[in-house]
């Protein structure tokens, strides 16, 4: 709050506009590309989704 201040160690540091980090232990989206190669392959996306958490949880 008010003067607060929050610093995370280690940092993540890219020099390339496009590039895309983040760290081993983070939660976030399911990349779009992901989803869309799984459903091109006939799954449904709640498939595709499912089938990509699983291979995180293995």
Not at 30 to 38: G, P, S, T, V, Y
Request: a negative charge; hydrophobic letters at 40%; proline letters at 3%.
């Amino acid at each position: 709050m008010d003067n607060g201040r929050n610093e995370t160690v280690p940092a993540l540091k890219a020099l390339h506009p496009d590039a895309e980090l983040t760290h081993e232990a983070s939660i976030g989206k399911i990349a779009n590309d992901q989803l869309m190669k799984l459903m091109t392959l006939g799954l449904s996306y709640d498939d595709a989704v499912n089938r990509i958490i699983q291979g995180f949880l293995k």
